[in-house]
C-alpha cells in the first residue's frame, strides 16, 4: 500500500531541509552496479544524526503516529538521491524494509516529470505512479518495486529525493 502525505512541512522547514540536501558530500554510482554504460546515481548517505540536523526527523516523528511505525527505533539508513535530466534508473526494490520517501525540490514546474512509478511484483506493469510535489511523503513497502522518471530537460536542474528507511518489525 502506498500512502502520500501533503503539506506536512511549513516552508522555511522545507527551504532548511533543501539547504541541507544542497550542501551534503555526495557519492557516485552504487556497489552493485557497473555505471561504465549508465550514468551512475549521485546520492548522499546520511546518519540519523543528520535527518535530525536537517530539520526532517520531526516531520518524519509525526509521521510516525499515523504509520505506526517505530520510525526511531527500527532506523535502517537514509539516502539522499540526486536526480539530472537524462540520468537512468533502474527497477529496484528494498527487501525488509518500509520506505519514507520525502520529495525536497522547493519548486517544481509543470511538466518537468520526475515521478516515482510503482510496478507489480513481477515489474512487469505500472500499477500507481506518484507525481513529484516538493514537501510530499510517499511511504511505501520497498518490495514494491519502483523506479523514477527523470526530469525532463524543461524542469529543475537536479531533483532531490530523501529515502529514510525503516526495518520491518
Not at 70 to 86: M, P, Q, T
Not at 107 to 115: L, T, V
Request: some cysteine; aromatic content about 16%.
Amino acid at each position: 500500500m502506498i500512502k502520500i502525505f501533503d503539506n506536512k512541512i511549513p516552508y522555511n522547514s522545507m527551504q532548511h531541509i533543501y539547504s541541507f540536501c544542497c550542501k551534503s558530500n555526495y557519492n557516485l554510482g552504487w556497489s552493485d552496479r557497473s555505471f561504465e554504460k549508465w550514468s551512475p546515481n549521485i546520492h548522499s548517505n546520511w546518519t540519523k544524526d543528520d535527518v535530525k540536523n536537517s530539520g526532517l526527523f520531526d516531520y518524519i516523528l509525526k509521521l510516525d503516529e499515523k504509520l505506526k511505525i517505530d520510525v526511531d527505533k527500527n532506523f535502517n539508513k537514509c539516502i539522499v538521491n540526486l536526480s539530472k535530466s537524462g540520468d537512468y534508473y533502474f527497477t529496484h526494490t528494498h527487501p525488509n524494509l518500509k520506505v519514507i520517501l520525502y520529495y525536497v525540490n522547493l519548486e517544481w514546474p509543470e511538466g518537468s516529470a520526475g515521478e516515482t512509478i510503482f510496478y507489480d511484483k513481477n515489474s512487469i506493469n505500472a500499477v500507481e505512479v506518484c507525481n513529484f510535489v516538493p514537501g510530499r511523503f510517499v511511504v511505501f513497502d520497498g518490495e514494491q518495486p519502483h523506479t523514477i522518471r527523470a526530469q525532463s530537460t524543461y524542469g529543475p536542474d537536479y531533483r532531490f529525493t530523501i529515502s529514510y528507511f525503516v526495518n520491518k518489525e
